[in-house]
């Protein structure tokens, strides 16, 4: 791909501003020309946009020198990955399907179809649905054979990538299971190919950044609508994304700090970064660059990123982490490193405030692409040499309840 990529984007935007869709599709093809379909055949390595990730550790590049100071992963990623290689023509489909006629496939394959593991008994994984003026979104519910005393319980809102279903996404996260063991509900709305015909979330649109508005109002509301009919701790509600899913759950967390009490950020961008397709692209192509601040008020956010995510530039890890400590004085960081057996390493890197309490949580996961660290094989976009990203999120989550009780929904 070259530098005239966003002005192509851009033009093609405007063709189908225009009416002009036949041949906005046909420049969008020009541009997109020799992108190879997502490969599903049993047994090849998990894929991500056309990056494989290694299935042992002779697949595995080699990994970057150990940091041995605290340098920022930005930093570390610019000299590494100065732009991406390989990957960007698949996701970037599901942002062009954004300005086509709904529906309008580009060559993107369905994606892995997961295996669903057995419930433990007593336990549901059900379809239900919610509705406002923005329209319609179902979703899958997780409630779980544990409900721990009987009281309230956590909540927590997972938003699937481009391609992805809620079943994809639970079997791949392993997420229902961990909410098990520790007695969460788990909800999994789903974005339709009639809002996005790669199912990407919107997250690039200027009227699906915003509280109370497109797809924000309508996840929001899914929330509101669990709460209502569980027995939700609303002290205790989460949110978190991958990709598409994971810009999407940064927004969700900046709009509505008084709804949900922490975020989850895997391998997205912060809010704010793109308005449309070119500048989505450029986002994910080199970071989104200063944005604003997350909201009003600080939401803890745990934010993991490959630092050879060639989807996703690293760099929008660090945009992530820095928009969430916007406007908290006096915080202290700590970087510690560490290393899975047989897997990836990482750096952990914690920002305290004056009381202790962790605000941000940033993992850079060394030689890792655009996966969910620590996945199962039986969802798709998943790298199971670690770290237990899920594991993770879930444990910062519990930690950071809503310091003051918000409303009841």
């Known amino acids: 791909m070259t530098d005239r990529f966003p002005a192509g984007m851009a033009e093609a935007s405007r063709l189908t501003r225009a009416g002009n869709l036949a041949e906005a599709t046909a420049l969008i093809q020009r541009l997109l020309g020799g992108a190879a379909p997502v490969p599903t055949s049993p047994g090849a390595p998990t894929i991500i946009d056309a990056e494989p990730v290694p299935v042992n550790e002779a697949d595995a590049p080699p990994p970057p020198p150990r940091a041995t100071t605290s340098t920022s992963a930005g930093a570390f990623a610019g000299r590494f990955h100065p732009g991406p290689r390989a990957g960007l023509g698949e996701t970037l489909r599901g942002l062009a399907a954004r300005a086509m006629p ?6 993107v394959g369905d994606g892995v179809r997961p295996v669903a593991d057995p419930l433990p008994d007593g336990a549901s994984f059900t379809t239900a649905s919610y509705r406002n003026e923005s329209g319609t979104r179902s979703y899958k519910l997780y409630v779980p054979a544990n409900r721990g005393d009987g009281g309230p319980l956590p909540l927590v809102v997972m938003l699937h990538g481009c391609t992805q279903s809620p079943e994809d996404f639970a079997a791949g996260t392993r997420m229902n299971a961990l909410a098990e ?31 109370d508005g497109g797809e924000p109002s309508l996840i929001a509301g899914i929330t509101r609508q669990v709460m209502r009919d569980h027995p939700v701790d609303p002290s205790r509600v989460y949110v978190a994304g991958l990709s598409a899913g994971g810009a999407a759950a940064a927004i969700m967390g900046a709009a509505y700090p008084d709804l949900y009490a922490a975020v989850g950020v895997h391998s997205g961008l912060p809010r704010g970064a793109a308005r449309d397709v070119p500048s989505a692209f450029a986002a994910m192509r080199q970071g989104g660059g200063a944005v604003g601040p997350h909201s009003d008020r600080p939401v803890p956010t745990i934010v993991f990123h490959g630092d050879r995510d060639t989807t996703v530039h690293p760099r929008n890890g660090d945009d992530v982490a820095v928009q969430s400590r916007a406007g908290a004085a006096g915080l202290r960081a700590a970087v510690e490193h560490g ?8 750096s952990r890197t914690l920002h305290t405030d004056a009381s202790g309490r962790v605000l941000c949580e940033q993992w850079t996961i060394r030689g890792a692409g655009h996966a969910w660290a620590g996945g199962s094989p039986a969802g798709s976009y998943t790298d199971p040499r670690g770290p237990d990203a899920t594991r993770e999120m879930l444990r910062f989550f519990l930690a950071n309840p809503h310091r003051s009780q918000p409303p009841r929904a």
């Open 102 to 107: 709904a529906g309008l496939d580009l060559g």
């Open 339 to 346: 290393q899975v057996p047989g897997g990836h390493g990482y």
């Open 181 to 211: 063991e520790h007695g969460c509900l788990v909800v999994y709305p789903a974005q339709p190919a009639s809002a996005n015909a790669q199912k990407c979330w919107n997250w690039f649109s200027p009227s699906d950044q915003r509280r």
